[in-house]
């Protein structure tokens, strides 16, 4: 397996391709706005997207109703109520209670300004990240070119938040243990991303890592229980199985946008059994390889990599919003190849899998698992070129 020499931060192609996506991606919000499509429709009313079940919830415990963030019925009429008329659907608050701080904070502002606020004061947070992990300005380029940021900018998902704690995580987990176990803590707001960290941290020996993000998450929940009550966590516990019902179940948000192996059984006609039968499969056997993975020698880049694209695929419930994390594992393979050579097709690989993204709203079947399996390969290849036993020094220990 040949590596080559090629540097991408001289690269002029991926400088213009990258900077043509750049203004892309800024171009398509601006002309949204203007044309009503984007936090204002043409008759001057919010447009209901994923932002308003957070600034619902958040106006419902600034009114002293903290648990009713979670009966659907409530929730649904503040949702109305905000965008100024009923809309068809729901955008059920499906979050644990110590993400309504965040809610209530963003319910002080006006609906559109709280959206503006929301993406745009943590899409920083993902860039850098992105170029931290990468460790050169060219992971700005990156970050800023890739094409799940668009839908979370349109829908003002928390995709800029999930891959700036995931990244920060990951990278600080051998340089700062206790700031990574910190991240991780914050990071339980999405719980199904972390499925798989407890069993690998545990595997890969990082008992600070792993002891930070409980104690982090355990006083996170306690300071949510002390702000918002039993009944707030009662409440969250209780619309548990009517989320999984509704979404997993019965499919109302549609199966081709639920981007998970769960997603495409669905899609292409699976029953629910079989749905669950292959993710559990998948779970099981992302679990092994990667504890098996952070007991080897490879270099650490792969690992992180490999963890935070098992984070992806180890969940059913995954939107396109949250392909935002899977920047973090493709800056894992560009600060791996700039370290050590970068892979004939690597570079490749990932523009397919960004392709993919890309293209999403164009098909009506999920091929968002598609991108997380290219990037998997990618880092499993660079996986068992390490553990050859006559590996290249320097790619052995990049």
Not at 266 to 295: D, M
């Amino acid at each position: 397996m040949s590596i080559s020499h090629w540097d991408i931060r001289t690269s002029r192609p991926v400088e213009l391709i990258g900077f043509g996506l750049c203004v892309a991606n800024a171009v398509y919000l601006v002309a949204s706005f203007v044309q009503g499509s984007f936090l204002i429709d043409p008759a001057g009313h919010g447009i209901p997207t994923d932002f308003v079940n957070v600034w619902a919830a958040g106006r419902l415990v600034l009114d002293g109703q903290p648990a009713a963030a979670y009966d659907w019925a409530l929730h649904k009429a503040v949702e109305d109520a905000v965008i100024g008329y009923s809309f068809d659907g729901y955008y059920a608050w499906l979050y644990p209670p110590p993400f309504l701080f965040v809610a209530a904070l963003l319910a002080t502002l006006p609906f559109a300004a709280a959206q503006v606020l929301w993406s745009f004061a943590t899409f920083p947070a993902y860039v850098l990240a992105i170029r931290t992990i990468v460790g050169d300005r060219i992971g700005i380029l990156l970050a800023c070119a890739f094409p799940a940021i668009l839908s979370n900018f349109m829908v003002g998902q928390n995709g800029f938040v999930s891959a700036a704690l995931l990244g920060g995580a990951l990278f600080f987990i051998e340089r700062r243990p206790l700031l990574a176990g910190c991240f991780l803590g914050l990071l339980t707001y999405k719980p199904q991303f972390g499925l798989l960290f407890p069993l690998v941290l545990v595997a890969g020996g990082q008992w600070r890592v792993f002891f930070a993000a409980a104690i982090v998450a355990a006083l996170l929940n306690a300071a949510s229980w002390a702000a918002f009550g039993t009944s707030s966590w009662i409440a969250f516990v209780h619309s548990l199985p009517m989320a999984s019902q509704a979404i997993l179940t019965e499919g109302q948000a549609d199966w081709h946008k639920l981007q998970s192996l769960f997603g495409i059984v669905r899609s292409l006609g699976g029953s629910e059994a079989l749905a669950w039968s292959l993710q559990c499969a998948l779970i099981a056997a992302s679990a092994i390889v990667l504890c098996a993975l952070w007991r080897s020698r490879v270099s650490f880049d792969v690992k992180a990599a490999a963890l935070a694209t098992g984070a992806l695929l180890s969940t059913p419930y995954l939107y396109l919003y949250d392909y935002v994390t899977l920047a973090v594992p493709m800056a894992f393979l560009v600060r791996a190849g700039l370290a050590a050579g970068v892979l004939r097709g690597e570079m490749i690989g990932i523009a397919a899998a960004s392709l993919l993204i890309l293209v999403f709203p164009f098909v009506v079947v999920p091929i968002g698992p598609l991108a997380i399996l290219i990037v998997a390969a990618l880092i499993g290849r660079r996986a068992l070129l390490e553990l050859r036993p006559h590996a290249t020094p320097g790619l052995a220990h990049a």
